[in-house]
């Protein structure tokens, strides 16, 4: 019984630290969103790509050093693959976020409005790119 109880921790554990690091990612693409959409008036698609990407290398390198190490820890040929699958992904959100903004959204909330979806995608697919199986917890 005492051996659920630890898996389930170690769990619990792992996806509060993984939220703490997506955190901080999100904060990074929300700072470089909005200095580029208000600073630079760059298009909202554009501004989103560049945070985003920036945010998920942030993600990537402190999140394979705490959580999907599975005996690798940081590699640059998964980093690439995981840099293509952002790009990838990029442009459905960004066009997301663009869209909401188009109807009106505040920029700040249009980018609120994608991030359990995007959160939860990249921490699957990272889950199945650093350790080959889809961590679902």
């Known amino acids: 019984m005492m051996d659920i109880f630890k898996s ?5 554990r792992a996806l509060g630290h993984y ?9 990074i693409d929300l700072i470089l969103f909005l200095l580029f959409v208000h600073g630079f008036s760059v298009m909202p698609f554009w501004a989103s790509m ?5 945010a ?4 990537y390198a402190f999140a394979t050093r705490r ?28 066009g ?9 959204l505040w920029p700040v909330l249009a980018k609120f409005a994608i991030l359990p979806l995007t959160f939860y995608t990249n921490f699957l ?10 961590r679902w917890y």
């Open 8 to 12: 389930l921790w170690i769990k619990f």
């Open 19 to 27: 939220t703490l690091i997506a955190g901080g990612g999100f904060l």
């Open 50 to 54: 560049i945070g985003m990407l920036c």
């Open 56 to 59: 998920a290398s942030f993600v």
């Open 67 to 94: 959580i999907f190490t599975a005996g690798t820890g940081f590699r640059w040929h998964k980093w690439a693959i995981y840099i293509a699958y952002v790009l990838v992904t990029m442009f459905i959100w960004s």
């Open 96 to 104: 997301i976020i663009a869209s909401l903004i188009a109807f009106g």
């Open 125 to 134: 697919f990272m889950g199945w790119l650093q350790e080959g199986r889809i």
